[in-house]
Antibody, heavy 117, light 112 residues
């Protein structure tokens, strides 16, 4: 069945780079787009970016200068890298599959990332 | 970018009641294919985020018929008829018409 699972460090120091991995199963990254979404504690959802089936990407303009999304098709993994982290980047980070009808049909459980020294 | 406004941060209701959650877009979400690129999601503590409705009114597989999506253009509504205890959650709308995609701020259903 379709599954997405995020992994990465729970704690990152300010100004450092965050690296997260979304490992997917039950579908191919060449058939479905995958998005990243984050949610600060007690706040709403924020769309971060997407990697399309062809490998190109699109980003939230507010994060674009710091954010990079890539993938390894053979490993069924999507990667998120974001630099210059600040405390405001403390959040739960989710990856989600984008259905052909352009909605997020499957989500991972999320990984909580705290930015603190 | 397209802004989605969910006016109500919280709605207090009793089980069995009907509730409507609104989502207003800063521009039309109608694409040339005749479909609206507006979807609804439910977040419950300890559970993965669940897609309820896409293209404004199409229920995803397995979603109970008490969840009804409606609206067009810039005004959309998620209605829940005969609210059940498991429906007390946070609901978000999302537009995927144009990048950057954007979410509404969320509406929390709370027990009256």
């Amino acid at each position: 069945q379709v599954q997405l699972k995020e992994s990465g460090p729970g704690l990152v120091q300010p100004s450092q780079t965050l690296s997260l991995t979304c490992t997917v199963s039950g579908f191919s990254l060449t058939s479905y787009h995958v998005s990243w979404v984050r949610q600060p504690p007690g706040k709403g959802l924020e769309w971060m970016g997407v990697i399309w089936t062809g490998g190109s990407t699109a980003y939230n303009s507010l994060l674009k200068s710091r954010l990079s999304i890539s993938r390894d098709i053979s490993k069924s993994q999507v990667f998120l890298k974001m630099n210059s982290l600040q405390t405001e980047d403390t959040a739960t980070y989710y990856c989600a599959r984008v259905d052909y009808s352009s909605y997020f049909d499957y989500w991972g459980q999320g990984v909580m990332v705290t930015v603190s020294s | 970018q397209i802004t989605l406004t969910q006016q109500a941060e919280s709605l207090w209701i009793s089980p069995g009641e009907r509730v409507s959650i609104t989502c207003r877009a800063s521009q039309s979400l109608l694409y040339t294919d005749g479909k609206h690129y507006l979807s609804w999601y439910q977040q419950r503590p300890g559970q993965t985020t669940k897609a309820l409705i896409y293209h404004a009114s199409v229920r995803t597989d397995g979603v109970p018929t008490r969840f009804i999506g409606s609206g067009s253009g810039t005004e959309f509504t998620l209605s829940i008829e005969h609210v059940q205890p498991e429906d007390f959650a946070i609901y978000y709308c999302l537009q995927t018409l144009k990048s950057p995609y954007t979410f509404g701020a969320g509406t929390k259903l709370e027990l009256k």
